[in-house]
């Protein structure tokens, strides 16, 4: 079975924190993504990485940045949390672009 | 898969009886059909997907429906068990280097 593991399950900060959201697949897969859910608004994309070292912006990268220096792994940066990143965050990893498994997810909560 | 705003539709069936989640797309170049389970608190699981080039694919007491006339997919869950009770969204993806489109998903509630 594949599976996507993520740092944190629950998480609280501060406004104006660091926070590091990290993510590890164990499937060898080519492709990582990061994505936010909130209620009305569904799965909005952030940022992806097909590849070591690559990644591509999504719908709504503003305010965040990722790292994947080694292939199983791809973290989610928020280098100066606000409010309004209260959100669900979650990874994925696929082969291609199409079937995409996705970790339990990491609960922020900015004050 | 369609946005449907800040309150998700929800089936409410009774356990035993059979379930039927649709989804409506708008991308006629869509060739590839997911449909994910979401329980509360956890990520999407992914249940059953589909091809193009298919209409129909059975899994266990799971079977999706494909209709490319009207693009339109389904869900069919046999025999509804309370730990079916989740957001179920479809999610659709136009080929190689397309990526996936996300539905909003409706809530099946499950009662005893």
């Known amino acids: 079975d594949v599976k996507v593991t993520q740092s944190s399950r629950y998480l609280v900060k501060r406004t104006g924190e660091k926070v590091f959201l990290e993510c590890v697949q164990d499937?060898?897969?080519?492709?990582m993504f990061w994505y936010r859910q909130d209620p009305g608004l569904g799965l909005r994309l952030i940022y992806f990485?097909?590849?070591?070292?690559?990644?591509e912006k999504g719908d709504i990268p503003e305010g965040y940045s990722v790292s994947r220096e080694k292939k199983e792994r791809f973290s989610l940066i928020l280098e100066s949390a606000s409010t309004n990143q209260t959100s669900m965050y979650l990874c994925?990893?696929?082969?291609?672009?199409?079937?995409?498994?996705f970790g339990p997810g990491t609960r922020l909560t900015v004050l | 898969g369609e946005s449907v705003g800040l309150h998700l539709p929800t089936l409410s069936v009774q356990e035993g009886d059979n379930s039927i989640i649709n989804c409506a797309y708008s991308n006629s170049a869509s060739d590839y059909f997911i449909w994910y389970k979401q329980e509360s608190g956890k990520g999407p699981q992914f249940i059953i997907d589909i091809r193009s080039n298919m209409d129909k694919r059975q899994g266990q007491r799971v079977t999706v429906l494909l209709n490319k006339t009207v693009k339109h997919l389904s869900l069919q869950i046999a025999a509804t068990q309370p730990g079916d009770s989740a957001v179920y969204f479809c999610a659709e993806s136009g080929g190689a280097g397309n990526m996936l489109t996300f539905g909003g998903g409706t809530r099946l509630m499950v009662k005893p």
């Open positions: 990485s097909y590849d070591v070292k690559m990644k």
């Open positions: 994925a990893s696929s082969w291609t672009t199409d079937t995409q498994y």
């Open positions: 499937m060898d897969h080519e492709n």
